[in-house]
């Protein structure tokens, strides 16, 4: 079983910025694609990017140009900078590594990102 925790949630004004970060208990990172998705209440879960093995990205239209992902596989992680922040980013953001060895996926337990005034 693969371990995925986030960090870096919390309250944040219109406008502002975060940072949230994922990291993967595995030996093997570089292998994994990893993806932030966001579910915001009575909403279904919704990818908001992603970041494949040798850094290749994609972006949901309502974020690109604001956010960032990126990863570090020395340190088994993937970042999503988020700027210029909207009230309708708010929403738990969880992440999710998938091998791709085994295609098998592991998801984190999720973070909350409230953007409000």
């Known amino acids: 079983q693969v371990q995925v925790v986030e960090f870096g949630g919390g309250l944040v004004q219109p406008g502002g910025s975060l940072r949230l970060s994922c990291v993967v208990a595995?030996?093997?990172?570089?292998?994994?694609?990893v993806k932030w998705y966001r579910q915001a209440p009575g909403n279904q879960r919704e990818l908001v990017a992603s970041i494949a093995r040798g850094g290749s990205t994609v972006y949901a239209n309502s974020v690109k140009g604001r956010f960032s992902i990126s990863r570090e596989d020395w340190k088994n992680a993937v970042h999503l900078q988020m700027a210029s922040l909207k009230p309708e980013d708010t929403a738990v953001y969880y992440c999710?590594?998938?091998?791709?060895?085994?295609?098998?996926?592991?998801w984190g337990q999720g973070t909350q990102v409230s953007v409000s005034s």
């Open positions: 595995t030996n093997m990172f570089s292998d994994y694609t």
């Open positions: 999710n590594a998938q091998s791709t060895v085994t295609e098998i996926d592991y």
